[in-house]
């Protein structure tokens, strides 16, 4: 297994555990750590750019492999901007805007994005 698919799935996988874990704060009403927030930021960012720059490019366009890791990396640029578009839109008021329907979403679409990540690497 090539180290970069190694150094990918480590930041993809470390954002997951980190976001399921600001999930868990998020259903327990504690105050989010804008520290943690920015490392799960951070680590699915890097995870993605790893995985377009480095990865994607390696498999050859037009095979149903190259299709199911562009629709992961779509789905997990779609959860970047979601999650970071959500307390945008949830203002001062969370429950008042659909913020815990913003979060179901963001966490919905970032979890499918991994799993076809994970189908695709799998099949490198």
Known sequence: ?????????????????????????????????????????????????????????????????????????LLLAAALLSGLLAPVLAGPQPAARGGPVAQVLHAGVGLAGFALFIVWATNL
């Open 1 to 73: 297994m090539p180290t970069v698919l190694l150094i990918v799935i480590a930041l993809l996988a470390s954002s997951v555990a980190l976001g399921m874990f600001l999930g868990w704060r998020y259903l327990r009403q504690l105050p989010a750590k804008p520290v943690l927030v920015g490392v799960h930021i951070l680590l699915g960012l890097a995870g993605l750019k790893w995985m377009v720059i480095d990865l994607l490019w390696r498999t050859p366009e037009g095979t149903a492999l190259h299709s199911v890791g562009y629709a992961a990396a």
